[in-house]
């Protein structure tokens, strides 16, 4: 396609922030289209962004459309569903989400579209392999957003302890974007130097801990997030667009579990291209599996 034109579907919180994000950065992307069940809405956040194009650092360009817009798109990414609530996992959200995907996904596949699904929306993972299965694309033509923010937040948490800048530190969050999430410590490391030879074993459960339960605290206290999850985004169709190659946590299909999960995948032109091998802990291997078996069990619960 090449045209490096994006639809996002949703303009809540999420989807418009992801817009103000790729307008605010050099990107890319050269054109948006916004689009909602609320057609006025999606109106109204182009409207709204096209007013930022005179002083943004790149010039995109915004309007409002429907699905059959898709047709010509390179990217479809998906933030529309029901939102998380306070006191409310995300697996929670799956049943009513799995229902309003069903319907978007066929609509957009009858658009002609044959680019590449960013999948944003909670339960993330599994409404990623539901696209798989809606969409009929193949398996690296359907991404999810995986644990790219988690990994941020990881990122983050360490440089606090370390004093580093976090993008000189290279550790990730594996797993489902969820409760069973875990941090691959065993692969963690600054310049060469591994973070689990610098931080005590206490200190590396605490980060773990507060990187996953970072959200529902950020939900407690403004009902939402959006920002984190808009710049990791804006990054991941940077990466896409440019076939940069770059290695990201999103959540790529694996062949061996028939599940989606964040891990370390190369993501290009063409999508997901390859996850990597990586050689992790005995525990965090264990911990990793129960991830995966959590995900089946949810997949299993929906009928597609």
């Keep these: ?63 409002s459309g429907t699905y059959k ?7 479809v990414v998906i933030t529309a569903g029901a939102a ?6 995300r697996m929670d959200l799956l049943k009513k989400n799995a229902n309003i995907l069903k319907g978007m996904i066929e609509q957009i596949m009858d658009s002609g579209f044959n680019g590449i699904f960013l ?21 690296e033509r359907v991404i999810g957003s995986g ?48 973070v689990s030879d610098l ?25 939402a997030t959006y920002y984190g999850i808009a710049t990791c985004v804006a990054q991941i169709l940077n990466c896409i667009l440019n076939d940069e190659m770059r290695i990201l946590p999103v959540s790529s299909y694996d062949y061996y579990s028939d599940t989606y999960f964040g891990f370390p995948t190369v993501i290009g032109r063409a999508g997901a291209i390859r996850r990597l091998d990586l050689k992790l802990s005995e525990a965090e291997s264990i911990n990793l599996q129960k991830s995966i078996n959590s995900l089946k069990k949810a997949i299993k619960s929906v009928k597609y």
């Design 119 to 139: 999948v944003v929306t909670n339960p993330m993972d599994v409404l990623t392999y539901f696209t798989m299965k809606y969409s009929g694309l193949p398996a």
């Design 69 to 75: 817009d898709a047709k010509d798109c390179d990217v």
């Design 84 to 89: 998380q609530k306070p006191g409310e996992t």
């Design 199 to 223: 931080l005590k074993p206490e200190v590396q459960k605490d980060i773990s801990n507060f990187v996953k339960n970072e959200a529902y605290d950020i939900i407690d206290k403004k009902g």
């Design 1 to 63: 396609m090449d045209n490096n034109k994006i639809m996002i579907v949703g303009t809540g919180n999420v989807g418009a922030s992801i817009a103000f994000a790729l307008v605010n950065q050099r990107t890319a992307v050269n054109e948006i289209v916004l689009t909602d069940i609320i057609a006025k809405d999606a109106t109204g956040e182009a409207m709204d962004l096209r007013d930022a194009l005179s002083v943004a650092p790149s010039f995109v360009k915004i309007t």
């Design 147 to 194: 644990t790219v923010l988690d990994s941020a937040r990881l990122r983050t948490r360490i440089s606090d302890y370390l004093n580093v800048n976090p993008k000189s530190i290279h550790a990730y969050q594996i797993g489902e974007h969820g409760d069973t999430e875990l941090t691959a410590w065993s692969i963690a490391d600054i310049g060469g130097q591994k």
